[in-house]
Nanobody, 123 residues
Framework: QGRLVESGGGFVRAGESLALSCAAS????????MGWFRQVPGKEREFVAG????????HYENSVEGRFTISRDNAKKTVYLQMNSLKTEDTAVYYC????????????????WGQGTQVTVFS
């Protein structure tokens, strides 16, 4: 059974950077495109970024493009999200997920989810 564990969340000031990691186990990691989502209380889970299984294709939500970078290391079975120039509106619980069939932005396209890590950006 696949398992994903996020780490790296925390409290940062607006304008600063934070790096998230997501370690996978129990699945053929390189076969899965991966995604990062975020969610705030009372709102739906929102797509942030996605990356192909090989790592040569990436996708971003408009509000994070140019500030966030998704990457992966298949040897380490880990996907990363580098977040720069953080804004208060980036505050959310961030989740990584392993994608099955379907569009990157579709929550129901993902087969496995991590437990989430809190990112809080203060001004």
């Amino acid at each position: 059974q696949g398992r994903l564990v996020e780490s790296g969340g925390g409290f940062v000031r607006a304008g600063e950077s934070l790096a998230l990691s997501c370690a996978a186990s129990g699945l053929t990691f390189s076969a899965y495109p991966m995604g990062w989502f975020r969610q705030v209380p009372g709102k739906e889970r929102e797509f942030v970024a996605g990356i192909s299984g090989s790592g040569d294709g990436t996708h971003y939500e408009n509000s994070v493009e140019g500030r966030f970078t998704i990457s992966r290391d298949n040897a380490k079975k880990t996907v990363y999200l580098q977040m720069n120039s953080l804004k208060t509106e980036d505050t959310a619980v961030y989740y990584c997920a392993a994608k099955g069939d379907g569009p990157y932005a579709a929550v129901n396209a993902y087969d496995y989810w991590g437990q989430g890590t809190q990112v809080t950006v203060f001004s």
